[in-house]
């Protein structure tokens, strides 16, 4: 999982197992630490739509904004304005595809996870200096 400025520039990331729930992730996304940077709004995908996670991320100061599920039992807690922002998630898959550029990462060729966390951390790197 990686969080983007408006730029689509990656400021953080974290590696995990591919089995939990990606709204458990998002949690241990934002502890890692950004420098100074502080995460204002969250844009996901409507795998995100969870009241406790929007409660957490509240109590942070965290605005989270995606779809609501369809099948959502209580009624939807943000109104249509926020999901105007919602657009601006393609920053966030172009930096995805920036990522798939290293072929080292596409196809995960290391048994362990520190030598593909330390490739991952190497591409990011490599971005943020074409971008500067």
Sequence with gaps: ??????????????????????????EALLNVSYGKSKVKRLIYDKAADSDPLRMALKKR???????????????????????????????????????????RLVVRWERKLSMYRAFFHAACMMIVLKKL
């Design 1 to 26: 999982m990686i969080v983007v400025d408006g730029e689509g520039i990656p400021v953080g990331l974290t590696l995990g197992s591919a089995s939990p729930a990606e709204v458990k992730l998002i």
């Design 61 to 103: 100061g965290v605005d989270l904004i995606c779809p609501h599920r369809r099948n959502r039992k209580k009624a939807p807690l943000q109104d249509g304005r926020k999901l105007r922002r919602y657009d601006r998630r393609w920053k966030v898959e172009r930096t995805f595809a920036w990522l798939g550029n290293y072929r």
